[in-house]
């Protein structure tokens, strides 16, 4: 039976907007595609989102939350010493990065397309990302581990320098040989550095 407006959630529209993008892609995907696959109206749809680019925005930031949310568990393992954290981190996105760009190509690059129109969306997500790195260089700055009197500027440095390990332009680099070799010598340099 499909659900009615009443039991439909947003959470479950987003699901179902997934959906649609990974059978049509951005440039055909249609709120009202998204209604019949929840079998309720478009109207319905548009009772949860008022626009189609208010939906698409939405569902980008989950998916982009996704990363986040996983990420910060790391950055809250205070029982581990933040050099550990860091590598952690850091490998942490990368491999995320790697996973859904591996396990489904086609909505990883429909992602891609979506995050290009959504500045505001891909910028706050960016800023959660070195917020998260900041936290863990502040940590290791408190305990002596790290050697910088700014920890903001430090940690977009880091992520700047980072950025063929998780920025999707480079997507297609990723599973070449020799990737993860090249990803350690770097996040070695970089902690390094933080040592002062």
Known sequence: MPPTSEALTAERILEATEEVLRRHGPAKATVVDVARALGVSHGTVYRHFRTKAALRE?????????????????????????ETRLRGWLAGLFAAKRRKAGADPELFATYSVLATGLGGVVSDHLAELTGQLTRIIQAGVDTGVFATSDPGTAATAVFQA??????????????RPGAQAEFEAVVDLLVRGLRG
Do not use: M, Q
């Open 58 to 82: 939405a569902v980008t930031k989950r998916w982009l939350d996704r990363t986040a949310e996983a990420l910060s568990g790391i950055v809250d393992e205070t029982d581990r010493d933040p």
């Open 162 to 175: 980072t950025g063929r390990f998780h920025d999707p332009g480079y997507a297609k680099e990723w599973e």
